[in-house]
């Protein structure tokens, strides 16, 4: 996740006698520097100052915004190399797509994996596997035809959804492996 989406600052403005002030909590050359915390690395995310007002009679101070929900835009690339670490390690159930770009289904089914990964964020989590790129994992699994859905719960395939299929499959499949 682009922890630059998820933080949104807003400028402070005041109002005296009928003369608009504004200031930016921070200039464009300043930073605000993210401590690590719970897996993320260390981040520097520069915000860039655009003072644009228009004078009235509200006052506004400086607030986060958090915009996670949003930040989530893609399902994370997992490999040969990633796998035991993101996949067969996981505590959370997992869904892992296998594609190739070649793939005319698999780009058909890219978006509705990306709209799953936001509806379950924090309650599964999602990967896509470029077959092309990383053949041993999709020989182990015995995925022949893509694009191949498996899913997962501690460590273990549980069960497989082959093709471009509604999204409304997909959802059925993951609440069985969603703890409530």
């Not at 922890?3 to 930016?24: I, P």
């Not at 958090?66 to 869904?95: F, G, H, M, T, Y």
């Not at 379950?120 to 990967?127: L, N, P, T, V």
Request: aromatic share 8%; with cysteine; net charge positive.
């Amino acid at each position: 996740m682009a922890l630059e989406n998820c933080l949104q600052l807003s400028t402070v403005c005041t109002t005296r006698v009928g003369a608009a002030q504004c200031y930016q909590p921070f200039s464009s050359r300043e930073r605000l520097i993210v401590p690590t915390c719970n897996g993320l690395k260390k981040s520097v995310l520069k915000f860039s100052s655009s003072s644009s007002f228009a004078p009235s009679n509200k006052s506004h101070r400086s607030r986060f915004i958090c915009k996670a929900r949003e930040a989530v835009n893609e399902v994370q690339v997992v490999n040969d190399s990633s796998w035991n670490n993101l996949v067969i390690a996981s505590e959370d159930p997992v869904l892992v797509e296998f594609w190739a770009p070649w793939c005319g289904p698999c780009r058909m089914i890219a978006p509705v994996i990306d709209e799953l990964a936001k509806e379950y964020a924090g309650k599964i989590a999602c990967f896509k596997l470029n077959t092309d790129d990383s053949p041993n994992i999709a020989t182990q699994y015995g995925i022949r035809s893509i694009p191949t859905v498996l899913f997962f719960k501690n460590g273990e395939k549980k069960e497989s959804v082959i093709g471009a299929v509604p999204k409304s499959t997909l959802s059925a499949t993951i609440e069985k492996y969603v703890d409530l």
